[in-house]
């Protein structure tokens, strides 16, 4: 436990230093201005798109009629927003992951690196052109695992387990990965 602490602690630490708080607020601005580019070219065709397939759906034309039949017939504006949203959301969280690993996690290895270990032999067990193949092989996997979860969403509670299971899972591959990739040989990462 007290391996745990000190370690904790040091994370904690390190999170307080300037240069980790700037290298945190780059991925963030980054998607913030990705987010608003995306969206202010590509919101209304997104939401033209999803209109279109709502309104081309022939069982879903019954229930918009009986939607307005019980007097909430403005829920039909309010789901193709709901859906482009819904949609785009895990999209950004693993885009906002993979540059929190190409950014971040490199300098981060090599600060701790260089403060704590620095007699570290680098045994460079993995590249670059590997860690992009890993982590996009690494995504692959989670986006198809989130498109097999969706069904379960509609249980209560797993809708709030499921997707923040399987990034975390996303998390563990690439940054696992990356943090390894310098000071381990390959068969150490393996």
Not at 85 to 108: E, G, H, N, R, W
Not at 111 to 119: C, S
């Amino acid at each position: 436990m007290t391996l745990f602490l000190d370690s904790f602690w040091r994370a904690v630490a390190y999170c307080l230093r300037p240069r980790v708080i700037a290298l945190s607020f780059l991925p963030l601005v980054i998607m913030v201005a990705l987010a608003l580019g995306l969206g202010y070219f590509f919101w209304t065709p997104a939401l033209d798109w999803v209109r279109g397939m709502l309104d081309a759906s022939a069982w879903l034309a019954h229930l918009w009629a009986w939607l307005d039949g019980v007097g909430a017939g403005n829920l039909k504006t309010v789901a193709a927003p709901l859906i482009v949203i819904f949609t785009v959301t895990p999209l950004l969280v693993i885009v906002s992951l993979l540059l929190v690993a190409a950014m971040m996690t490199p300098a981060l290895v090599g600060l701790v690196a260089e403060r704590r270990f620095p007699d570290l032999e680098r045994k460079r067990g993995g590249s670059l052109l590997l860690s992009i193949v890993w982590s996009l092989g690494s995504t692959l996997l989670a986006a198809i695992a989130l498109v097999i979860s969706i069904p379960l969403w509609l249980v209560p509670p797993l809708i709030l387990i499921l997707p923040p299971l399987i990034w975390g899972w996303l998390t563990y591959r690439v940054m696992a990965f990356d943090a390894l990739a310098d000071y381990a040989s390959r068969d150490e990462r393996r």
